[in-house]
């Protein structure tokens, strides 16, 4: 006897957060690459969950100080 594969039955996300300190990291369809977004607008490509949540976690470090990136 066979069970049914697990599923959440929870609907599609219909809120995202924003704001200063929010990262987002999506997953290219069909794909292994994923793709993260820093709050300030940046995007990068990795297939390394360690090494793109590097790069978002080290970026705020390149905006500028002066306010020309939010
Ligand atoms: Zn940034």
Redesign the pocket.
């Known amino acids: 006897m066979t069970e049914p594969p697990l599923r959440a039955e929870l609907p599609p996300p219909t809120k995202m957060l924003t704001g200063r300190s929010v990262y987002r990291v999506v997953w290219k369809l069909n794909t292994d690459v994923l793709v993260g977004y ?5 995007s990068h490509e990795d297939v390394d969950p360690i090494a793109l949540w590097d790069w978002l976690l080290a ?2 470090a ?2 500028d100080p002066a306010g020309g ?1 939010r």
């Open positions: 820093c709050w300030c607008g940046e970026h705020p390149t905006h990136a």
